[in-house]
């Protein structure tokens, strides 16, 4: 499985079990349809799979504060896309 297809399965766990908002979703999809411009972004695109795997609704609230809530999570995703229109 390559690192698109690890991504479209992260965002599709996070959507179905842990309701990642949709807005979020359909910024990771900008990047999962222009893959050419994002394929040099493997670091921040296993860091992006590794936050949807921690992403929680109510992240941050915890006893230990250790979840990705959806401001993060937002903020990383926005960061990928700026960067791209900016090479």
Known sequence: MNIFERL???VNSAQEE????????????T??????????RAA??????EMLSNYDTYGQTGYLGMGIDSVILQGAVGRLL???REQ
């Open 18 to 29: 842990r309701e990642l908002p949709d807005f979020i979703a359909r910024d990771i999809e």
């Open 31 to 40: 990047i999962l349809q222009q893959r050419a411009d994002f394929s040099a």
């Open 44 to 49: 921040e695109l296993e860091q992006l799979i």
């Open 8 to 10: 479209q399965s992260a």
């Open 82 to 84: 700026e960067q791209r």
